[in-house]
Each structure stands twice: as structure tokens, then as C-alpha cells.
């Protein structure tokens, strides 16, 4: 969508391209084998026993950490119970399984108890182990959670599961606002603008959405409380408003406007008003900004230099410098990382759109994808997954992929027909 807002702002011939900067291509390592069997039913009837370790598996793999185990190649007996102690750890590790999760469950009534165990293969032990207890509605966050504490088991540090995804997915004629959970589950629909709905970003606890709609058709900016759905219109007037990032505090939101000719990044309040203008240059075109995670820096794209390019600037506008010598006369839709030290962005290359992350000052640039037009980035929580618009190499119809922050492990998370794009990563539902 960033591209279809570039065609449709500029109308001039591109400029060669900058001075280059070491460019690589990085691959994924070893995965770990791990199993995960039908749970214990220890009382009750629940299908729990069966959706946990589905939605474990699924986060697992996403996660391009773990190899899980086909279930077909399982010897024990799906759902089989008992302890630690009548656990045969060699019908697991004769299949190359090095970690396995195994549970109980007991249900009564419409309370359902689950208790969920990491065991070392290799050493024969339980090694991580929690319970936990809800409704059948909680199940899946259930499984998330167990999930990230795999991962923080693993690596050091949670995981990003039972997080969500906003996106824009096409609904006849129309564009409206989605989100789902970001293994591509549970999808609720959010908006119904009958317009394009598009350029949605989250505020900082991730209960509310900022996004551009056409609903009367002008671009101005809205925003969305996720869960009641309903919906306040921020900006109204003269000025035409394309992608938003809130404040720290939420209070504030960072746009990009366009009033006759000027186009500018300014700084508005809840109810619209210009409380600062950030850039402000005749015939240049700056759009797309977003905060560093400090908010003390603004990365966003800009004309100025002939073809749209990246850029940071401290956050009044001061200190203005290009970060992106890709070897391309067309970049855009940058993102910060939630840990500063990474910028993702999208530059033409390969014969397609391409998502490429650097430092912040332009240094150490690589390129994350080779095929096909790729969008949107949007980074995890925890910086370490990216969330992009991809067509896969496979026609016009673009769909939502998330994969590593290094590239690896690019899976597929929405199947629309119609196209699916611009996601935004929000966070961790506790």
C-alpha cells in the first residue's frame, strides 16, 4: 500500500542510485526436534486434549526455532497418561525427538484445569513445567503461554505468541480493517467502511487502532478501540492524512499530511489538531514516519533527494540524514525495531518490491527477501519476527507471511482470495 501511495503522490523521474553499502543474505541454522502428543484426558470430556498441542505446534514452527516431529512417525499411544516415572523416553528418542511436551487435562463442568510438562528426551527429566486453568474459550491463550515459555526456556526470552496482527483485506470493491492472532487465527473483521480502510498502527497498550479511511472519500485519520469497535474520527479538513504512529503516551499521534502541494510529517492531538510540523519543504514529499522506540528519532521516506529514499531525523525535525544506499532509486515504508538497533524498509530490486532491514545509520544492509513483491514490514514485539504483505512470487494477489528478523522460516499466515496486506504487530495479550 506504501507503493500505491508513492505512485499516487509523485509524478517524477527517479534520480540514479546512491552510494552502495555491503549487502548479504542470511539463511536459517539448526532446528531443535521436538514432540508434541495428544494430551492426557484425565476427567471430564474437553477438546483441549487435542487444540493444545495444535496451537503449540503451529506457534513453534512459526517461530523458525523448532522442528516439530510429524505425529504420524509418534510409537506411544496418543493421549496416553501417567507420570514421569512410566514415561518411555526411548519411543521418543529412536524418532530424533529431543524435547517433548505431554499434559493432563481435567474438566468439570465449564472449568477446565491443564497441566503442561517440557521434558529433556536426551536427559530423561522434566525440565519446565506450569498449570494453568480457564474455560474452553481460553484454551488457545492457554497454549500460547506455554508456548512462550518454551521459548523463554530456549532462548532467554518469551515469545510473541497470543499477540495480534491488524491488517487490510479486500472485501468486494472495499478495503477494510482485520485482525487476527499472529498465527493467522481467530480473524475479526473491524471495520466496515464500505472505502479503503488502510495504514492501521497500534497504540501502546493495543487496545486502539490508528488507520486512514476513505469512508467519506477523503484520507483522514480514525481511530478504533478493537474490542468494542467503536470508532472516532481524529482528523477532518483540508489536509490529507496517510499512516499514523501514536505517541509513547497515546495522546499524540505522528502523521503524514498533505495540504495543496505541501507535503509534511506533523505532530496532532487526539481531536486533530497540528500541535507541531515536523518537516516542512517545498516540493518535497515526506511521508510514512515512524518512532524510534524512545521516541526521540523519526525514521520515515522522503523525495528530496530525486526517488523516495529513507531517512532519520531527531523528533523536532532537526538532524535530518538518508540511511538507505541499496542499490535502489526506490525505498520506503520504513519501521523501527522495538529494540532500536534494526530499521526494516522496502526498496525495488530483483524485479519486485523487496524488504531490507540495516542499522540505524544505513550500515550493515540486508536483504530478507528475493522473490515476488514483499510490503509493509511490521516488527514482533520482541523485534526477532517480521510481518509483511508478500504475493509469493505467484501473481498480483498479496497475502500476510511472517519470517525471522534475518530472513528465515517465511511462512504464510492469511489465504485470502482477494489480497491481504499493510499488517501491524501489536502486543502481547497477557
Known sequence: MRRLVWFLLL?????????????????????????????????????????????????????????????????????????????????WSVIGVEGLVRGVVHSAGSRTKVQLYLHDVQRRKV????????????????????????????????????????????VGRFKEL??????????????NDRGLAMSSSWNPTGSLLVYTSYRTRVPDLYIIDVASRHIKQVTKGPGLEIGAKF??????????????????????????????????????????????????????????????????????????????????????????????????FVCRVDAGFQIFTSNPDGSEA????????NEDPSWSPDGRFIAFGTTF????????AIMTNEGANIQQITFGKSGDSEPAWGAVVP
Open 127 to 170: 525440565v519446565l513445567g506450569k498449570e494453568y486453568e480457564g474455560d474452553a474459550s481460553q484454551m488457545r491463550r492457554i497454549a500460547h503461554r506455554f508456548a512462550n515459555e518454551i521459548m523463554l526456556f530456549f532462548t532467554g526470552q518469551r515469545g510473541v505468541f497470543g499477540s495480534q496482527i491488524a491488517f487490510t483485506g479486500r
Open 393 to 400: 512470487g505467484r501473481g498480483r494477489v498479496s497475502n500476510i
Open 247 to 344: 505517541s509513547g503516551n497515546g495522546t499524540q499521534i505522528l502523521t503524514s499530511r498533505t495540504v495543496g502541494k505541501e507535503y509534511e510529517i506533523v505532530l496532532v492531538n487526539l481531536d486533530g489538531m497540528v500541535l507541531r510540523r515536523i518537516t516542512s519543504s517545498t516540493g518535497v514529499i515526506d511521508v510514512s514516519p515512524d518512532w524510534s522506540p524512545d521516541y526521540r528519532r523519526i525514521v520515515f521516506c522522503s523525495n528530496r533527494a530525486g526517488g523516495p529514499q529513507i531517512y532519520t531525523m531527531n523528533a523536532d525535525g532537526s538532524g535530518v540524514r538518508r540511511i538507505s544506499f541499496v542499490s535502489s532509486n526506490y525505498c520506503t515504508s520504513p519501521k523501527w525495531s522495538p529494540k532500536g538497533d534494526r530499521l526494516a
Open 178 to 191: 482485520f485482525v487476527m492472532d499472529m498465527d493467522g487465527s481467530n480473524v475479526r473483521q473491524l471495520t
Open 11 to 91: 509524478c517524477c523521474f527517479w534520480g540514479d542510485a546512491l552510494a552502495q553499502t555491503k549487502l548479504s543474505v542470511r539463511g536459517a541454522g539448526k532446528l531443535y526436534p521436538i514432540a508434541l502428543p495428544r494430551l492426557c484426558l484425565a476427567s471430564g470430556q474437553s477438546d483441549a486434549v487435542r487444540e493444545i498441542p495444535a496451537v503449540v505446534a503451529r506457534d513453534l514452527e512459526l517461530s523458525g526455532y523448532f522442528n516439530v516431529i510429524d505425529p504420524n512417525a509418534y510409537i506411544e499411544t496418543p493421549g496416553k497418561c501417567g507420570g514421569p516415572d512410566e514415561l518411555a523416553y526411548s519411543d
Open 366 to 373: 540486508l536483504q530478507l527477501t528475493s522473490f515476488g513483491d
